[in-house]
């Protein structure tokens, strides 16, 4: 079945996630890992905006876009393409990226264009897919992707594709400090596997007192839960982000952590008051090149 392409351009806007709980467990033949991934999304947001073209062509603005590749190895490309190939048409569409999640940081910015192009295409050429069939190419993109699509929080199984929506009863103030460069994912998983050789990894459970925090809005209780298993390995390869987590916790959040595979780090804040005391702190210690302040949740994937 083919749609009709519209020629007004068509703009999706994603948010950023952290992780308030990363329970991986071990290797997996495939090589991925069993995760209970606790998502919640945050409003940092990158836009994908869709416009009519003859060929498949990616540009990109904001902060270290030089760091993304721009032919058809990005993401964003790829989900053009695997909903194009779903419906017998060409892919033919330029994707404009403005990027405000910090890139290679550990917050889903490639997970989130990959989310925006394809809700953006869909839209573009009336391919009309369902809730189920996006989820199910988002999967097919990356681990994350489906969660970008759907935003809020969510409890992610598998290697992290299998959602699962979860009350959140409240705002939660972040800050987020990012580092100079990117982690990598694979390395970082990797490095997992490296340090926990030999070791007994148990099964990755969600903490049901993580849970209860969400879904009653209590910062100090989430702040007691936060969890990321992937820290140790991020904080192997990078050791300068632990004085980036101790800054922060000097500065008085209630809680630091690795945002998932890093290298940016999450401060959980009590309130919109103290964000801006502990970003201005984190700035001034210089233990990271930039800071950004953001409530959660944030709603996923809207055209706007
Ligand atoms: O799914 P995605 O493409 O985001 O995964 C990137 C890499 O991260 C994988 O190739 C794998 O090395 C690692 N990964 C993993 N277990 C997961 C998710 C990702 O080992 N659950």
């Not at 060929?55 to 993401?75: F, K, S």
């Not at 290697?159 to 990012?178: I, N, Q, S, Y």
């Not at 030999?198 to 009653?216: F, H, K, M």
Request: charge should be negative.
């Amino acid at each position: 079945m083919t749609g009709t392409t519209a020629t007004t351009p068509v703009t999706v806007r994603v948010p950023a996630k952290v992780n308030v709980q990363l329970a991986v467990g071990a290797a997996r033949p495939d090589g991925f890992h069993d995760l209970a991934n606790v998502f919640l999304a945050v409003g940092l947001h990158d836009e994908v905006t869709a416009t009519p073209a003859d060929t498949l062509r990616i540009t990109a603005e904001g902060h270290d876009v030089d760091q993304i590749p721009l032919d058809r190895t990005n993401l964003a490309a790829r989900a053009a393409e695997l909903l194009a190939a779903r419906h017998g048409i060409e892919p033919n569409v330029h994707l404009h990226i403005t990027k405000d999640i910090p890139v290679a940081g550990g917050m889903a910015g490639g997970s989130a264009d990959a989310a925006g192009a394809l809700l953006a295409c869909d839209t573009l050429w009336s391919t009309r897919s369902s809730r189920s069939e996006l989820l199910a190419i988002c999967a097919e993109l990356g681990s994350d992707v489906p969660f970008s699509l759907v935003g809020g929080a969510a409890l992610g199984r598998g290697r992290g594709e299998l959602l699962t929506p979860l009350p959140v009863g409240g705002t939660f103030h972040w800050v987020f400090a990012v580092a100079d460069g990117g982690l990598s994912t694979p390395a970082v998983y990797g490095e997992f596997d490296r340090l926990t050789a030999g070791t007994d990894v148990p099964e990755p459970e969600a903490a049901p007192e993580l849970l209860a925090a969400l879904e009653s809005g209590d910062a100090t209780a989430l702040a007691g839960a936060l969890v990321n298993d992937l820290q140790p390995a991020a904080l192997s390869l990078r050791p300068s982000l632990s004085a980036t987590l101790a800054a922060g916790t000097a500065a008085g959040a209630l809680a630091a952590l690795v945002s998932g595979s890093g290298p940016t780090t999450a401060f959980l804040v009590k309130d919109a008051e103290s964000a801006q005391q502990v970003a201005a702190a984190l700035l001034a210690s210089g233990t990271c090149r930039q800071v950004r302040v953001a409530d959660s949740p944030a709603v996923g994937a809207v055209v706007v």
